[in-house]
């Protein structure tokens, strides 16, 4: 099966690479001086996605939540590998999958350079490198005492369209609507991730939640940061939800919405509104960088909540 | 269960990184002016090994798979990514998983740089990051008419383990002890194809069988060749079984030896057997390369046999 599927549908013109898919290995020349970024994952039909999603949005996003970890380094997207087990030869359905792998990869000047492919079931691991300057990556032990915390885009929205399409919330239609996207179709801030490097002191993607991804930023920066729940950033129609606590943990604990959480000095806050509006990315201010540890999320009426990784506390007070 | 996981059992120091295992992505320096060769590959219980295998052994030879291609690439290994899912959080099978990958990694100077976990069957997605000097790469077009073909080791071994193991071969226990590690504890042949730069013209690694894998470098090359059955090297144990007809398949035609295949110009003949001294490699030259299409193997008599991509063929003659 592996030959011909991989010539069938993954191989195509890597005018950026200096061999292709068709060898044992890809061989590329990386840019004189520059380090290389290098991330893996793995998406599992039944996990990360459903049997009945669609085969161009599984393209699609299986590698828009790699090129996330690229983005939240600040590296520039060059080179991919797809390695995919698929229960049977269907061709249309790797057709299918190939057109939205393939305008991810276009839409971020990445190429596909190698794959394997083999029978089991639906399981897709990619493997991306980019490329940055020495010294410029945006790591999570970078954040101090004192840096804003800033959050792109919009989140909680792709939570809640998980929430809603199991059943756990109840949205109109229309509602509804507004949020599938950010599950479906998510959007890798890979410009933004880069217009950051020298801005931003720390950074992370919000795959697993805003409470769980800065928690890691501080844990691995040893410090601590106080969150103002009203700045969150949501879409408006989430808005009409939040006296459901469903709705309320998407916005602190719900995942994949692959925005960027980052953090910078309070300085520096010219330097990152010039690099968000390169990078036509919009980005909220949304606490600060403490020196005592933990993660307080702070209310409207200025007293901390009680939270867990999960979202608040329903248990508490 | 990501996190813990990856931190317990995979986070080693990575002197020949940047940043390894514990970022949005790890971070390495390429040596200046060195081209790398990428290659993924995606093992899954059922296909690649048994639920009873050693997790030891399947460490071992998860990775050795994926160095065999650097080896066929003739880069030296650099980096590693792990992405791996697995059906419950088992402490003692990622021990000894890890034991076998760090052994094999330790063997051959590679690094583990990220990597990715998640609950599902056993899939195992390794990344392998290699260098080498531009131009030199071992690639599978570079076959000339009048090129010997040579075969590092021996083949047919792991082959014949599998059907021993499968009740497809009767053999002594004592006869399948010699075969079975040629299955279970693959040995890339990574000093061998370093040592070949240079010196081969086109190369590829015995994974799927003799007659496909030199059937890639020959339609890749657009030339034949003509492989002369009797100086096709293999373990004395086999000889015993050549009566039958699942052991001769085996050689011609049996996969998972991790060999190299490879062919080097006639007046190279010296050069090849000095790189493989250098290697501590046997290589034995068991073809040559013909400007007319097609792969003959040719018997005792002189004689070709009729043959199909999975041995001999059965029905003619």
Same mark, same amino acid.
């Given at each position: 099966?592996?030959?011909?599927?991989?010539?069938?549908?993954?191989?195509?013109?890597?005018?950026?690479?200096?061999?292709?898919?068709?060898?044992?290995?890809?061989?590329?020349?990386?840019?004189?001086?520059? !380090?290389?970024?290098?991330?893996?994952?793995?998406?599992?039909?039944?996990?990360?996605?459903?049997?009945?999603?669609?085969?161009?949005? #599984?393209?699609?996003?299986?590698?828009?939540?790699?090129?996330?970890?690229?983005?939240?380094?600040?590296?520039?997207?060059?080179?991919?590998?797809?390695?995919?087990?698929?229960?049977?030869?269907?061709?249309?359905?790797?057709?299918?999958?190939?057109?939205?792998?393939?305008?991810?990869?276009?839409?971020?000047? #990445?190429?596909?350079?190698?794959?394997?492919?083999?029978?089991?079931?639906?399981?897709?691991?990619?493997t991306v490198i980019g490329e940055l300057p020495p010294g410029e990556a945006l790591r999570r032990d970078g954040a101090r005492p004192g840096d804003d915390v800033w959050v792109s885009g919009v989140i909680g929205?792709?939570?809640?369209?998980?929430?809603?399409?199991?059943?756990?919330?109840?949205?109109? !239609?229309?509602?509804?609507?507004?949020?599938?996207?950010? =599950?479906?179709?998510?959007?890798?801030?890979?410009?933004? %991730?880069?217009?950051?490097?020298?801005?931003?002191?720390?950074?992370?993607?919000?795959?697993?939640?805003?409470?769980?991804?800065?928690?890691? #930023?501080?844990?691995?920066?040893?410090?601590?940061?106080?969150?103002?729940?009203?700045?969150?950033?949501?879409?408006?129609?989430? !808005?009409?939800?939040?006296?459901?606590?469903?709705?309320?943990?998407?916005?602190?604990? %719900?995942?994949?919405?692959?925005?960027?959480?980052?953090?910078?000095?309070?300085?520096?806050?010219?330097?990152? =509104?010039?690099?968000?509006?390169?990078?036509?990315?919009?980005?909220?201010?949304?606490?600060?960088?403490?020196?005592?540890?933990?993660? !307080?999320?702070?209310?409207?009426?200025?007293?901390?909540?009680?939270i867990t990784r999960t979202g608040y506390d329903h248990f508490a007070a």
């Amino acid at each position: 099966m592996e030959f011909d599927l991989i010539a069938r549908h993954f191989t195509r013109p890597t005018p950026g690479a200096v061999l292709g898919v068709g060898d044992d290995c890809a061989l590329v020349a990386p840019t004189s001086g520059m !380090q290389l970024a290098v991330s893996s994952d793995m998406l599992l039909e039944g996990r990360h996605f459903a049997p009945q999603d669609s085969p161009a949005g #599984i393209g699609h996003k299986s590698l828009a939540v790699n090129l996330s970890d690229l983005a939240a380094m600040g590296a520039s997207p060059r080179w991919a590998t797809l390695a995919i087990a698929l229960p049977a030869d269907d061709d249309a359905w790797l057709k299918a999958f190939a057109r939205g792998f393939f305008r991810m990869a276009d839409a971020h000047g #990445i190429e596909l350079v190698g794959g394997d492919t083999t029978r089991g079931a639906l399981t897709i691991s990619i493997t991306v490198i980019g490329e940055l300057p020495p010294g410029e990556a945006l790591r999570r032990d970078g954040a101090r005492p004192g840096d804003d915390v800033w959050v792109s885009g919009v989140i909680g929205s792709a939570a809640t369209a998980l929430a809603y399409r199991q059943g756990r919330l109840f949205m109109e !239609q229309i509602d509804a609507a507004k949020v599938l996207p950010a =599950l479906y179709l998510p959007t890798p801030r890979v410009a933004l %991730g880069i217009a950051l490097r020298g801005v931003a002191a720390s950074a992370i993607d919000i795959s697993d939640g805003l409470l769980a991804d800065l928690g890691h #930023i501080l844990e691995r920066s040893a410090v601590g940061a106080v969150v103002d729940l009203a700045a969150l950033p949501t879409l408006p129609v989430l !808005q009409r939800y939040l006296h459901e606590s469903v709705a309320r943990d998407c916005i602190l604990a %719900g995942g994949d919405d692959y925005e960027l959480c980052f953090t910078a000095p309070a300085a520096r806050r010219d330097a990152v =509104l010039e690099a968000a509006a390169r990078a036509d990315t919009p980005v909220t201010r949304v606490g600060r960088i403490t020196a005592d540890p933990g993660l !307080q999320v702070v209310g409207a009426d200025g007293h901390a909540l009680a939270i867990t990784r999960t979202g608040y506390d329903h248990f508490a007070a």
